[in-house]
């Protein structure tokens, strides 16, 4: 018989690479996890890893394996799905998502549901996606709302269900008073010549730099920025122009101007549960709360 806690060390593997960041992962010495490993394969008679340059990487049977293990993982969401079925919402909800999420729907809908399922007890975490995806294959997020990026899991990945949310615009945000300002729309290419202030980290930076290459030019990227705020109150000093999704709750009063852009530059928001967990009663209730505030989040 397969030891389960054997087979979710494997699949830790798979989820982050290396036997060391898995251990890790799984609060295990790296020694222990491979011994964990070792014991499977001696247990199935079938070798899981093999030598590649300095590390490892799985065999087929371990892929085999694995699909057999994810469909496993799906098996026993359900079943807890069946054991909670009953009742209206109760317990702890963890979720997920990045600031502009958080700001902007898991706050509203934690309220929301707060006064609907007095039982039902929310809890926030902020995070980017791939800390997401590592928390929901951990167990430690019930949902998440991630940005669609290239590098997430497919959305074919059975360990996860990936399902649109809403498309998020970005906006040209400008000095006030600046040549554009008084534009209702503007193509991105009328901004190819200005200075320009750039997220430092992914998907945000991919976001941007795909916008103004589909426009069909490369920003001249002089400041770079973590926050949104931050970037907003660069362009209110006039070091030059930005995208900033219209999603992000900017500081009131600062004297920059956002204006729409044609060709709809966008990023598309997920929401992302573990396969089989999104008919919990707690996340149902979650998914319809956030069904009603997307379309007027980015009116």
């Known amino acids: 018989m397969i030891d389960l806690r054997r087979l979710h060390v494997l699949r830790a ?3 982050y690479g290396t036997v060391t960041a898995a251990a890790r992962a799984l609060h295990f010495t790296t020694s222990a996890a491979s011994q964990q490993i070792r014991q499977l394969a001696r247990d199935l008679g079938v070798d899981l890893l093999e030598p590649q340059g300095r590390g490892v990487r799985l065999t087929p049977a371990a892929e085999s394996l694995l699909a057999h293990a994810d469909a496993i993982q799906a ?4 079943a807890e799905l069946d054991l909670r079925a009953e009742g209206a919402p109760a317990g702890p909800l963890r979720v997920s998502g990045p600031s502009t999420a958080v ?15 007095p039982r039902l007890s929310v809890r926030i975490r902020e995070g980017g996606p791939s800390e997401a995806f590592d928390l929901l294959f951990e167990g430690e997020t019930d ?3 991630v940005e669609a990026s290239p590098h997430n899991p497919p ?3 059975v360990r996860f269900d990936q399902r649109p949310l809403l498309d998020d615009p970005f906006d040209l945000v400008v000095p006030e008073g600046h040549t554009l300002a008084g534009c209702e729309r503007i193509g991105l290419s009328d901004a190819a010549r200005e200075d320009w202030i750039a ?8 976001h941007v730099m795909s916008a103004c290459g589909e426009a069909g030019f490369s920003p001249g990227i002089v400041h770079h920025a973590l926050d949104w705020n931050v970037t907003a109150h660069l362009v209110a000093n006039r070091l030059g122009v930005a995208l900033i999704p219209r999603l992000a709750q900017l500081t009131p009063h600062l004297p920059i101007t956002r204006v729409r852009c044609t060709g709809n530059p ?7 549960t ?3 967990g999104r008919e919990r009663p707690a996340v149902a209730a979650a998914l319809a709360e956030l069904s009603e505030l997307a379309p007027t989040a980015v009116a």
Do not use: F, I, N
């Open 266 to 272: 966008h990023r598309t928001l997920l929401t992302c």
């Open 13 to 15: 593997v798979a989820h």
């Open 199 to 206: 997220p430092v980290a992914d998907p945000c930076r991919t």
């Open 274 to 276: 573990r396969r089989g």
């Open 75 to 78: 098996r026993w969401e359900q």
């Open 103 to 117: 700001s902007v729907l898991l706050a509203p809908m934690a309220v929301r549901l707060r006064e609907r399922y």
């Open 143 to 145: 949902l998440a709302v």
């Open 155 to 157: 959305l074919g990945d």
